[in-house]
């Protein structure tokens, strides 16, 4: 009886291991992270920098997305770091085709409002293409600046 247990439980661990892996395959990390850091001097000569990168973790099954953000504040003075704060999490988004496919995914954040960016920070793109077909969806996402984003989708059009 000991024997049989131990079978079913290999056979069980086996399934698991099997099963997340294939669930672990169908998330892809884009290719794409970006950095962007600013700088800012406090009364007391205190200088704090503030670094901040998003990635994206994509479903390759479904083309759901998850927008990822990290960030990290320092602040220090002249002779010694003061206080050192992170935070990171991941915002699920909606799906960019309505049928489960085999996808490719990337994504691009806006430079940062010093730069020429008209609708400065918050606004992001992202591709998806259908691996099986010729099939190639774009997406602006931008912050309106009144609490919602907008987002538009464009299918590609092959000359």
């Known amino acids: 009886m000991n024997l049989v247990m131990k079978i079913g439980l290999g056979a ?3 399934f698991m291991t099997l099963a997340s892996a294939a669930q672990a395959d169908e998330f892809k990390l ?3 992270q970006r ?10 000569k205190l200088n704090t920098a503030t670094c901040r ?3 994206y973790v994509f479903n390759i099954k479904t083309s759901e ?6 960030s990290l504040a320092l602040t220090r003075d002249n002779k010694e770091v003061i206080n050192v704060q992170a935070d990171g999490s991941c915002a ?3 799906r960019i085709f309505d049928t489960d496919a085999n996808y490719s995914f990337d994504a691009t954040e806006t430079e940062p409002p010093n730069t020429n960016s008209f609708f400065g920070p918050g606004g992001y793109a992202v591709w998806a293409s259908d691996n099986n077909a010729r099939r190639v969806r774009g997406c602006i996402i931008i912050s309106s600046g ?13 000359d």
């Open 53 to 55: 990168s998003f990635a």
């Open 65 to 70: 997305y998850y927008r990822c953000q990290v």
């Open 146 to 158: 009144l609490g919602s984003d907008i987002a538009k989708c464009i299918d590609m059009k092959f």
């Open 35 to 44: 950095i962007a850091c600013s700088r800012g001097l406090s009364p007391g």
């Open 12 to 14: 069980a661990l086996s």
């Open 30 to 32: 884009s290719n794409n």
């Open 92 to 94: 699920k988004k909606p």
